[in-house]
């Protein structure tokens, strides 16, 4: 933490501008000993912000002419004294600013290390810093939102104040166990239920979102099966908007999963395109069969798409029967039908009447699609919502250490043993936003961050 660092921000390569990052106590003298600002009146007032144009040396040699950002401590990202240099986007330059920095007594930054120090500087807390992550690899407009708004601490205001309940009756608890007298120990008991339960509504009201919240980060796995030739590649390149996956007239041909990422309704589906269930005699062919009873087992939603105009079979019954909850019925080619009239009842699953060709049934797609995902109080908006792993298995085991010291008042368990229930909920809840944190998962967590970040 003693060390000054630097980084390259860009991603090494040709491009317009590069920018290297420098955060720490010495970065100041480093960039006094090569920087040349124009403006030198302006330089010289030490704002804590300010953007400087000038010319970068080293060793008496002009490298390039340079902006450099100034963010003094504690207004910037690390919480440290931060310089920005942007420079002209060729590797050679980039590089020769870099070492110059180095041999100025600078050390190369780690993966995520800025963040890192924004974090033990308390700029801010994991919540935000994993948010950041999301937010870089988001890859539907929904999922970026939601990542925002985990950065802007939307959802640390959440959990902290579940913390703080959790404290307030950790403190209340420590002070019953202190001062045990038997006639108010009835009502403390009353008091404490009361308390208990009031943090339980608000784990359960986050962990009813947090499905929400992972579906909008990580996307819906979603199986598309039917038998050869009802127009899946079809349904798949529409959704793709452009053609990927062979279409084809000969029942069959598909023969690899696909494995395609196209959004719906905000919602990142994870498309595996299968060969198609029937009959074949095929090895190759038998073989994609199987690997699609197998996707279907791990699907989380499965597009199954049969032909308006034909019968149900066998197999299409089997899926309708066994994955019901998870599947939407799409009832293509209706614009083959004499009558608009669909007569099956697809077993109570969701159908939708569709054209792939006459692009019918896309809108009400995607309004189902939605439907599944966002349930209950998760607003479409972008709703403070947990969404990371990580964050969602630690409020599972606060929520679950409350249940017991819930159950532990209920059958009149002693106070200290209410004790050891309410100290592993505030050590779970705490894991969350990093106030309770070993260092391995800290190094875990920053060590998925890109260098320069
Ligand atoms: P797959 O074997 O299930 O992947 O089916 P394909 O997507 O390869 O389509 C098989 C045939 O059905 C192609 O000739 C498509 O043009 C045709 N097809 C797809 N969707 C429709 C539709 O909505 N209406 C009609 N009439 N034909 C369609
Ligand atoms: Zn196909």
């Known amino acids: 933490m003693d060390d000054t660092i630097v980084a390259m921000a860009t991603a090494m390569g040709e491009t317009s501008i590069h920018i290297l990052r420098l955060s720490g106590s010495i970065s ?84 995520g290390e800025f963040s890192k120090r924004a974090f033990l500087n308390g700029k801010m807390d994991l919540v935000q810093a994993e948010a950041v992550i999301d937010l870089i690899s988001s890859r539907t ?100 908007r452009e053609e990927r996956a062979i279409v084809t007239d000969i029942p069959g041909t598909t023969r690899d999963e696909i494995r395609e990422s196209v959004s719906v309704g905000g919602i990142l589906l994870k498309l595996v395109d299968t060969a198609g269930i029937c009959e074949s005699n095929d090895l190759v062919e038998r073989l994609g069969i199987e690997r699609t009873w197998n996707a279907l087992l791990k699907a989380e939603l499965i597009l199954l798409v049969v032909q308006a105009n034909l019968p149900l079979t066998k197999d299409e019954l089997y899926i309708l029967n066994v994955y019901a909850e998870k599947v939407i019925v799409v009832v293509n080619k209706i614009d083959l039908l004499e009558n608009e009239i669909i007569v099956s009842d697809y077993n109570n699953a969701h159908w939708i009447p569709f054209s792939v060709l006459q692009h019918k049934g896309f809108e009400e797609l995607e309004v189902q699609i939605q439907s599944r995902v966002y349930q209950g109080d998760a607003v479409l908006t972008s709703d403070s919502l947990l969404s990371n792993v990580r964050q969602i298995s630690a409020l599972e085991r606060c929520d679950s250490a409350l249940k017991q010291a819930s159950e532990s008042i209920e059958s009149g368990m002693p106070w200290d043993i209410l004790s050891i229930d309410l100290r592993e909920a505030l050590h779970h809840v705490s894991e969350i936003t990093g106030h309770d944190v070993q260092e391995s998962l800290l190094e875990d967590i920053f060590s998925r961050f890109c260098i320069g970040k």
């Not at 100034?70 to 931060?82: A, F, I, N």
């Not at 708004?149 to 959802?155: D, E, H, I, P, R």
């Open 28 to 111: 100041g003298n480093i960039i006094e000993k090569c920087f040349e600002p124009r403006n030198m009146k302006r330089w010289s007032l030490k704002e804590n912000f300010s953007l400087n144009l000038g010319i970068f040396r080293d060793e008496e040699k002009v490298l390039d002419e340079v902006l450099v950002g100034r963010m003094l401590s504690p207004s910037s990202y690390t919480g440290e004294d931060v310089y920005e240099i942007n420079c002209h986007g060729g590797t050679y330059v980039a590089q020769r600013i870099l070492q110059a920095c180095i041999r100025h007594g600078a050390k190369l930054a780690e993966p």
């Open 141 to 240: 407009e929904t999922a970026a939102n939601l990542a925002l708004n985990q950065l802007s601490g939307g959802l640390s205001r959440r959990i902290l104040n579940l913390r703080e309940k959790i404290l307030e009756i950790f403190a209340f608890i420590e002070a019953g166990i202190d001062f045990p007298e038997d006639d108010v120990e009835t009502l403390d008991r009353e008091n404490l239920r009361a308390r208990v339960n009031e943090a339980l509504v608000d784990s359960n009201h986050l962990l009813a979102g947090s499905r929400t919240g992972k579906i909008i980060r990580d996307g819906l796995l979603t199986v598309i099966v039917g038998r050869p030739n009802v127009g899946k590649s079809s349904l798949l390149n529409a959704l793709l």
